[in-house]
């Protein structure tokens, strides 16, 4: 369901996001509308969500390969790639979306839209995909750094 | 020097080692407020410098922070706040509390080890 406000706030987020990956990683990253872009070969292994609590409860997630998890995290640590754990990549993961949602909160702190953040969780598996009810409003965006691919979803729930 | 994290993220607590390895010092690590209050219990003497983030199961930071303003054997050592929450009231409730430093993520090593550079009063840090 298409909702111009979870639209906004959503933009919030991803600007978020390629600015914590600009700052950290040092990565240039585009977005585009899930449903506006080509079929993706990508299988996301790795997720990280977090619940939002705000007048309207809304979950945000982060789905991506281990791939591309153990590149981000290695330039947020400074630690090569093949020496960072399973573990780490879900911890660093999470982080990730701990700190965009903070980003986000402080931006939303002064309007209907305030929000309190929870304790970022993990999900490993594989084809990982998160499905809501179409009745939802929600938002699904691609973001790209060079070959790798983020999946960032929104949803009231 | 010796330097106490306490962050519930593993990988923040790597990010933050690396940093204390570039400037020589020693890291001690603490995943939730009861385990830092442990940590000091042993270690206060010794420890020149924590970092505490905010949002953590069990005691948050600023309830850790209050506790260690309240006992005589803590109140010197100095406290940084490392947190996602940038609210200004968040950071005036830190300061007043007793927090010295307030360093918001998402941030650069060079920040952090300047930032750490500042909390202990040792000058300014140029990166080689």
Redesign the interface.
Known sequence: MHNIELEKIAEFFTESLS??LR??AGFEVTSIDCNQSDETSMKPSIMAAMILHGAKDTIVSLAMEHSTAAVI?AY????LPEELSQ??LF??I??LV??M???V??ML?NTPHHFL?T?PFSIGGQNLELIYKESLPQVCRRLMAGEMEIIFQMAHI | MNILSVDDSAIVRKIIRGAVEVLDGNLLEAASGMEAMDVLNKEYKNIDLILLDWNMPGLTGLEVLERLKADKRFRSIPVMMVTTESERENIVKAIQAGATHYLVKPFTIEELIKRIMESLGRGEYRDA
């Open positions: 600015q914590v700052m950290m995290i947020m640590t400074g630690v573990q780490d911890d660093g999470a982080e701990n700190i949602a903070g980003e909160k402080t702190s953040l304790s």
